[in-house]
């Protein structure tokens, strides 16, 4: 059996900071893409980033230059940096591994951009 478990989110001021992370726990046999999704209230779960296992990264344009993704395989565990953070950027954080073709979610984290 496979968990992610996400950490890292919060209450943060707007142009704030946050490093959110996910580590995976169980039978693991290779994890090829990691990535982060988010969901707005009101909005449908959207990709923010993405990190193969070759180290090639994908994010959305509302992220780009903001947010960065990156993977530690010797920890199983991804991270997103996020700086310059937006009201806009509030949501709940997924992240979701490929582990042996088939796709693992964490539970979600929190984040909360707001003066």
């Known amino acids: 059996q496979v968990q992610l478990v996400e950490s890292g989110g919060g209450l943060v001021q707007p142009g704030g900071s946050l490093r959110l992370s996910c580590a995976a726990s169980g039978s693991i046999f290779g994890i090829s893409t990691m990535s982060w999704y988010r969901r707005a209230p009101g909005n449908k779960r959207e990709s923010v980033a993405t990190?193969?296992?070759?180290?090639?990264?994908n994010y959305a344009d509302s992220v780009k230059g903001r947010f960065t993704i990156s993977r530690d395989d010797a920890k199983n565990t991804a991270y997103l940096q996020m700086n310059s953070l937006k009201p806009e950027d509030t949501a709940v954080y997924y992240c979701n591994f490929v582990i042996g073709m088939y796709p693992y979610w964490g539970q979600g984290t929190q984040v909360t951009v707001s003066s």
């Open positions: 990190i193969t296992g070759g180290g090639t990264t």
